[in-house]
């Protein structure tokens, strides 16, 4: 005995794949292309000033994107040819419905990707010279992923989300207490991005009770964020911890950085001629800025040496090393050249013996 199937089922069933025919029409393919076309010439002006290795990133984006609007276009031709050959080709007519929704689903992992890379881009805009953070760009990604699949279930499917949601409130609290410090992680990540007191390529100290840790930003993840040491080292700390720590942002562009160096006198030495030739002499090295000069004054004396302290204003915190070994070195010559003395450690030695 054979079962009648459900006449109204089958009527929405059928309401429902040709909604999915309906939709993978012309159009949509045509306006995903000139998405992708404008997301181009978008990175071929504005892009022109980024950095090497952006350029390297976001090309290697765009072949990854074409490649996946190649294997659509296949996908919608291939729709095409067995929509309208049904009559011809009976056997394959019962591909269509799956070749249908396959279509529909990379459709959407295309602007996915097209809506990540014109994300991608716009950060990029205002990061010329360094790196973006990805974690912006993956919670975009994957808001849009959550909002396309739902739709995308209720499109073909007819699946009613409200309540699927409404039953998983118990499944989302347990997860959410599993996941306490990855999601605590994920959300400090968030708040310090829409701060911005940092970004990719600066360099910070950051202070958590007594310990400080130095380094230059490199990544900021879901759950961390990654700094380059003084020694290459990569240094990974949580992003609750970056929420909750001291912070000194050393890379603002429009303030400089103040340094300092010391040069010890002999005692009696010309101390004017002195100032004037470690302000000439570290004026001249290119990586100290012109404006503030730099300026040296009297910060200790003893009687057997003058302190002189001199100031100079740079721009690039990880070279401050480097900078500060050439203001040592220039000003010694200078100080030599000039005829001016260095003092020197002195050890006086004394008979305490007691003569007859």
């Known amino acids: 005995m054979k079962l009648q199937k459900d006449p109204l089922s089958m009527a929405e069933k059928f309401i429902k794949i040709q909604a999915l025919y309906g939709f993978l029409e012309l159009e949509p393919f045509i306006l995903l292309g000139c998405l992708i076309a404008i997301t181009w010439v978008f990175y071929k002006f504005f892009l022109r000033e980024a950095s090497e290795e952006r350029h390297r990133s976001l090309r290697n984006h765009f072949k990854v994107l074409i490649r996946h609007y190649i294997i659509l276009s296949f996908l919608f031709l291939a729709f095409i040819f067995l929509q309208t050959s049904e009559a011809q080709l009976a056997s394959l007519a019962k591909l269509t419905p799956y070749i249908a929704i396959l279509t529909f689903i990379w459709g959407n992992i295309v602007f996915v990707k097209t809506s990540r890379l014109i994300v991608l881009q716009y950060?990029?805009?205002?990061?010329?010279?360094?790196?973006?953070?990805?974690?912006?760009?993956?919670?975009?990604?994957?808001?849009?992923?959550?909002?396309l699949v739902l739709w995308g279930l209720g499109f073909i499917f007819n699946l009613q989300i409200g309540p699927m949601i409404a039953t998983s409130a118990a499944v989302s609290v347990i997860l959410g207490l599993a996941l306490q410090?990855?999601?605590?992680?994920?959300?400090?990540?968030?708040?310090?991005?829409?701060?911005?007191?940092?970004?990719?390529?600066?360099?910070?100290?950051?202070?958590?009770?007594?310990?400080?840790?130095?380094?230059?930003?490199?990544?900021?993840?879901?759950?961390?964020?990654?700094?380059?040491?003084?020694?290459?080292?990569?240094?990974?700390?949580?992003?609750?911890?970056?929420?909750?720590?001291?912070?000194?942002?050393?890379?603002?562009?429009?303030?400089?950085?103040?340094?300092?160096?010391?040069?010890r006198l002999a005692y009696g030495e010309n101390v004017t001629l002195a100032k004037e030739v470690i302000e000439k002499a570290v004026a001249g090295i290119g990586e100290i800025r012109g404006i503030p000069t730099p300026w040296a004054y009297v910060s200790d004396t003893t009687e057997h040496w003058i302190e002189l302290k001199v100031i100079y204003f740079i721009d690039s915190y990880g070279s401050q090393y480097n900078i500060g070994d050439k203001v040592m070195v220039r000003g010694m010559e200078a100080l030599n050249t000039a005829g001016v003395k260095l003092a020197r450690q002195v050890l006086e030695l004394s008979d305490t013996t007691a003569r007859p």
Do not use: C, Y
């Open 181 to 263: 410090d990855t999601l605590g992680n994920l959300f400090a990540g968030i708040s310090l991005q829409l701060d911005r007191n940092f970004e990719i390529g600066n360099w910070l100290e950051i202070v958590n009770g007594s310990g400080k840790t130095v380094g230059q930003v490199r990544e900021i993840t879901w759950r961390s964020t990654t700094l380059l040491g003084w020694s290459d080292e990569l240094i990974i700390l949580p992003n609750r911890f970056m929420a909750n720590a001291t912070i000194f942002n050393f890379s603002p562009p429009e303030n400089p950085i103040v340094r300092r160096n010391v040069f």
């Open 123 to 147: 950060l990029f805009l205002g990061s010329m010279k360094h790196g973006v953070p990805l974690l912006l760009v993956n919670i975009f990604s994957l808001l849009l992923s959550i909002v």
